[in-house]
């Protein structure tokens, strides 16, 4: 599967005019750029955005900004597993589009190579973050622009859905998505991630373009696909994760966090990750519901963790504050080197 990606992403440029060719924007082939567990994957100096597995777990890919564009294009990038050079983007670079900035986020890959996504567009100097093209779109690793089989906004049963995030096939023929209400204020266009709020999960048939609102989901904040009929979801201000037979449409607590509210969801390979408060992440093991928090140096959140499809390595957002060094003199009081804010960095854990 890894050799096959590869060798795809080489022609990628032939198949789609709005493919950056492949390893036209990376540095010579490298490993990780630091090391230990957990460790920081991406440098960008815009936001790193939403991870999501290669089926084989070879990679991943995840929304990268790029303020090297005047545009400020959000691109589709691809790393390895444990981090290193870009093994392929995903961008616009369609001629006389430059005035226009184009996101590309919440991708999802099929087995068989297929890919989801969600593309917007929005005038560079526009003074609203309203996006003036919103689609889900399906196509290939090979060639991802593919046909567009959702235009958003549209309404749903609880509400408009200005937003599809949380994308992942539920079958070969059906992909599952959370539909969102979106607060687009004044002048936030270049927002790293304008306020959202759960509605509902949905499941789309890209073929006809079909979808069903699913009963019960209303206020879901997060949600994951399992052995595609089963599914894992957050509501607002729950500290359970439930877990919902799509076939019976029974309802079941996959695990709680007491009275700590929940989001963000992933679930693979009978583990599960989620975060709470802040942004305090965490895994816990299947069916006995052990919870382990996971941490890394300095004062950082995290959003958004994406479990491998093995379940023994998580990638997720990190935010916040990063503590270099702390030294304490003789006087006991403590002084810190250098802290770093930032926001949407990627981190990797390795799960025992």
């Known amino acids: 599967m890894t050799r096959r990606l590869l060798a795809i992403a080489g022609c990628l440029w032939l198949a789609a005019c ?21 460790h920081r994957v991406t440098y960008n100096a815009g936001a790193d955005l939403r991870p999501s597995w290669l089926p084989d777990g070879s990679g991943f890919f995840y929304t990268r900004q790029r303020l090297d564009r005047a545009d400020r294009d959000r691109c589709l990038g691809l790393l390895p597993a444990d981090g290193g050079s870009l093994r392929d983007e995903i961008c616009d670079n369609t001629p006389g589009t430059g005035d226009t900035s184009t996101t590309f986020e919440s991708a999802a890959v099929a087995a068989d190579g297929r890919m989801a996504y969600v593309r917007t567009s929005i005038p560079t100097n526009s003074p609203s973050a309203v996006p003036i093209t919103h689609e889900l779109r ?59 709020t759960g509605l509902e999960v949905v499941r789309l048939d890209p ?14 904040t997060s949600v994951a696909a399992v052995n595609g009929d089963s599914i894992y979801y957050t509501r607002i201000g729950s500290g359970q994760v439930l877990r919902r037979s799509l076939a019976s449409a029974s309802t079941a607590v996959a695990t709680d966090f007491g009275a700590a509210d929940v989001r963000d969801v992933s679930v693979r390979a009978g583990r599960l990750a989620a975060v709470t408060g802040p942004g305090f992440l965490w895994w816990v093991q299947l069916p006995s519901g052990t919870q382990t928090p996971l941490t890394a140096p300095g004062l950082v959140f995290f959003k958004r963790p994406a479990l491998s499809p093995d379940g023994r390595r998580l990638v997720a957002e990190g935010y916040g ?20 804010s930032r926001l949407g960095d990627l981190w990797v854990f390795d799960l025992p």
Do not use: K
């Open 321 to 340: 504050f990063q503590i270099d060094t702390i030294r304490i003199p003789g006087d006991g009081i403590a002084s810190i080197d250098t802290v770093t």
């Open 207 to 220: 073929a006809s373009g079909n979808r069903v609102f699913v009963a019960g989901t209303d206020s879901a």
């Open 138 to 196: 399906v196509g290939t690793i090979a060639a991802p622009p593919g046909v567009r089989v959702l235009s958003l906004p549209y309404p749903g049963s609880v509400g408009v859905h200005w937003e599809a995030e949380w994308l992942q096939w539920l079958s070969p023929t059906e992909l599952i998505y959370l539909g969102e209400y979106v607060d687009y204020p004044i002048g936030c266009n270049g927002c790293d991630d304008p306020p959202r």
């Open 18 to 38: 709005d493919h950056t060719p492949a390893g036209s924007f990376a540095p010579p082939a490298r490993g990780p750029l630091s090391t230990g567990n957990p």
